[in-house]
């Protein structure tokens, strides 16, 4: 059975810096690509950043370009989200969620786990 565990999250202030973890257990890491979404009170989950399976391919969304790193470890089945510049509007749970590697993907239903989230709040 696939589990994701997801970490680090908490309050911030705005200008401030986290780092989300994502540990992996129950499938063979290294052939799944990640990715991370965040849903805020209100809205739709939203698609964050992407990491293939080896980790030489990357991809975030436009709202987080130049804020947000994505890296994973496969020796460690982790996959991290370095968080830097927050702003009030990054607060949200944020998820990590696993798809068989293909393509780097986007959407919500090309991922085949999901972890059950981290809160992060970021204060003005």
């Known amino acids: 059975q696939a589990q994701l565990v997801e970490s680090g999250g908490g309050l911030v202030q705005a200008g401030g810096s986290l780092r989300l973890s994502c540990a992996a257990s129950?499938?063979?890491?290294?052939?799944?690509?990640m990715g991370w979404f965040r849903q805020a009170p209100g809205k739709e989950r939203e698609f964050v950043a992407a990491?293939?399976?080896?980790?030489?391919?990357?991809y975030g969304a436009d709202s987080v370009k130049g804020r947000f790193t994505v890296s994973r470890d496969n020796a460690k089945n982790t996959v991290y989200l370095q968080m830097n510049s927050l702003k009030p509007e990054d607060t949200a749970v944020y998820y990590c969620?696993?798809?068989?590697?293909?393509?780097?993907?986007?959407?919500?239903?090309?991922?085949?786990?999901w972890g059950q989230g981290t809160q992060v709040t970021v204060s003005v």
């Open positions: 990491i293939n399976w080896r980790g030489g391919n990357t």
């Open positions: 969620a696993a798809k068989r590697s293909l393509a780097l993907a986007t959407k919500i239903e090309e991922y085949d786990y």
């Open positions: 129950g499938l063979t890491f290294s052939n799944y690509d």
